[in-house]
């Protein structure tokens, strides 16, 4: 079974310009997360698809970060404009259901703002 | 917010020795996780212990669960050179509008020496 995919794996920009994230789920996951890992932390929940629906951005900065999920299954995240404190390693998650018991988490993309 | 934490920050041992790390949370949860991560790489999911469990055992891994007390520990026996990684314990808690949020904590990150 494949698992979750991300790209680009990293990514340095200058700050005040953009950057998007791309993410392909585990085949028929209809949960899908992505996640904020600051070095030294654990990973922070930005948002939650549930299919194609939000279903909680309550962590997410809306007004630099915004996320769509195409159809249901591939997911976008970008950052516009970036701060240096963006930095971080952005995580792509997937789970079969909403209860998010056990999720398959992608490689990441380690994002370096200067 | 990090709902978990995780002690130690940092634990070094020989190979062969048993690892144990501890994990301390604030609210209620449905069930609590352990994940592992090595370095440069995602989340692996290891174990899941429900809230009305006390312990659970995966192979060389055993999870405690107080919730009287809110916290968990996870014991990795007889530990290998393959096992250094950071590990982060996840709670699950329902966050409303019938979704269920992971928070992780700040993580273990653990040092086998061969």
């Known amino acids: 079974e494949a698992g979750v995919a991300q790209s680009p794996r990293y990514k340095i920009i200058e700050k005040r310009q953009s950057v998007a994230f791309w993410c392909n789920p585990i085949s028929g996951h209809a949960t899908l997360y992505w996640y904020q890992q600051i070095l030294g932390q654990g990973p922070k929940l930005l948002i939650q698809?549930?299919?194609?629906?939000?279903?909680?951005d309550s962590q997410l900065p809306k007004d630099r970060f915004s996320a769509e999920r195409l159809k249901g299954v591939d997911s976008t995240l970008k950052i516009q404009p970036a701060k240096l404190e963006d930095s971080a390693v952005y995580l792509c998650?997937?789970?079969?259901?909403?209860?998010?018991?056990?999720?398959?988490f992608g490689p990441g993309t380690r994002l370096t703002v200067t | 917010s990090q709902q978990g934490e995780e002690d130690p920050q940092a634990l070094s041992i020989q190979e062969g020795e048993n690892a144990t790390m501890n994990c301390s949370y604030k609210?209620?949860?449905?069930?609590l996780q352990w994940y592992r991560q090595n370095s440069g790489r995602g989340l692996v999911h290891l174990i899941l212990i429900r809230s009305n469990e006390r312990e659970k055992h995966s192979g060389r891994l055993r999870v405690t669960l107080d919730t009287s007390k809110k916290s968990s520990s996870l014991l990795i026996t007889a530990s290998r050179a393959a096992d250094t990684a950071s590990y982060f314990c996840?709670?699950?808690?329902?966050?409303?509008?019938?979704?269920?949020?992971?928070?992780f904590g700040k993580g273990t990150k653990l040092s086998v020496i061969p």
């Open positions: 996840a709670t699950i808690a329902y966050s409303g509008a019938g979704s269920y949020q992971l928070t």
């Open positions: 698809f549930q299919n194609n629906g939000v279903v909680d």
């Open positions: 998650a997937s789970s079969p259901g909403l209860t998010a018991y056990e999720q398959y």
């Open positions: 609210t209620s949860i449905n069930n």
